[in-house]
């Protein structure tokens, strides 16, 4: 290599090697176990304080399909509550209505990144939600009784781990769900 630096820079390479020697770039990370615990820096995350929302009303109501073949119920999210926080949680108002017309009504928020999910309030018959006190954050499980919020997480209100827009929600919730665009893409037969 001593023998071919004077050639480089005789073809005009003197700028690229002063360079090379003053990258300010670093090629490898230093790994973590190598730094000092003051240049490790990392951000505890916190749920940030929310309000009620206003209790549903019909016109604002957009069912959503769980697949779960005969299914007893029908489910909806109320647009105008949906709701994504600075904490990256999306929060909504749920419906969960039966054939005969009782309605569970569900004041929650969805984690994407963690696959969990809190109830604040339920939905009392006076029109009005009833707080939960420190209520928990639950793992998202795709059991028969909770196939709706695994749904509602994997097919409309995430994608990749992070809560969609309201606006993106919305669109999925209209358009079928997320991956249903997505499958028809990917299986079409053209």
């Known amino acids: 290599m001593i023998r071919a630096i004077p050639l480089l820079l005789a073809c005009g390479f003197a700028p690229i090697l002063a360079a090379e020697e003053e990258r300010p770039f670093v090629d490898e990370p230093t790994p973590m176990s190598q730094l ?3 240049e490790i820096t990392v951000e505890e995350w916190k749920e940030q ?3 009620l929302p206003t209790f549903p009303e019909d016109a604002n109501l957009l069912e959503f399909s769980v ?3 005969g299914d007893p119920f029908r489910y909806f999210i109320d647009g105008s509550t949906l709701a ?6 999306i929060r909504y108002v749920l419906v969960v209505e039966s054939r005969r017309g009782a309605r569970n009504i569900f ?6 990144g963690t696959r969990d999910y809190k109830t604040y309030a339920y939905g009392m018959r006076d029109g009005r939600f009833s707080l939960i006190e420190n209520p928990p954050w639950r793992e998202v499980r795709n059991t028969d009784a909770t196939k709706f919020r695994d749904d509602l997480m994997d097919f409309y209100l995430c994608e990749a781990g992070l809560a969609n827009t309201p ?3 919305i669109a999925a919730i209209e358009a079928g769900g997320l991956k249903e665009t997505h499958r028809a893409d990917v299986f079409s037969l053209h």
């Open 36 to 38: 000092s615990p003051d």
């Open 49 to 51: 304080q929310v309000g």
């Open 67 to 69: 697949d779960r073949p």
């Open 84 to 89: 994504r926080g600075e904490d990256g949680v």
């Open 107 to 112: 004041f929650e928020g969805m984690h994407c």
């Open 167 to 169: 606006e993106d929600a």
